[in-house]
């Protein structure tokens, strides 16, 4: 399915590069799918998502559900 804005798990309600950067990649990169977990949260800093931060917990969480759903990823953005 295509994914459309506002991406499920976003904090705000407007639009997002990674709608548009997704269907782009397929087409211009051969891969079959592009897999969009979002974990983003506006208005944080890099500090936030450092270990210590606090949302550094959402990165581990997000790989341990992919790995449990038995998704493999190829590349991170």
């Known amino acids: 399915l295509p994914a459309v804005d506002p991406l499920?798990?976003?904090?705000?309600?407007?639009?997002?590069?990674?709608?548009r950067f997704a269907p782009?990649?397929?087409a211009r990169q051969?891969?079959?799918?592009v897999i969009l977990v979002n974990l983003s949260h506006g208005g944080?800093?890099?500090?936030?998502?450092a270990p210590g931060?606090?949302?550094h917990t959402r990165v581990p969480a997000?790989?341990?559900?992919?790995?449990?759903a038995e998704i493999e990823f190829t590349h991170v953005v």
């Open 8 to 19: 499920p798990g976003a904090s705000g309600g407007g639009g997002s590069v990674w709608t």
């Open 24 to 26: 782009k990649l397929i």
């Open 30 to 33: 051969g891969v079959d799918e």
């Open 62 to 68: 997000a790989l341990d559900a992919a790995k449990a």
């Open 44 to 49: 944080t800093a890099m500090a936030d998502w």
């Open 53 to 55: 931060g606090k949302h």
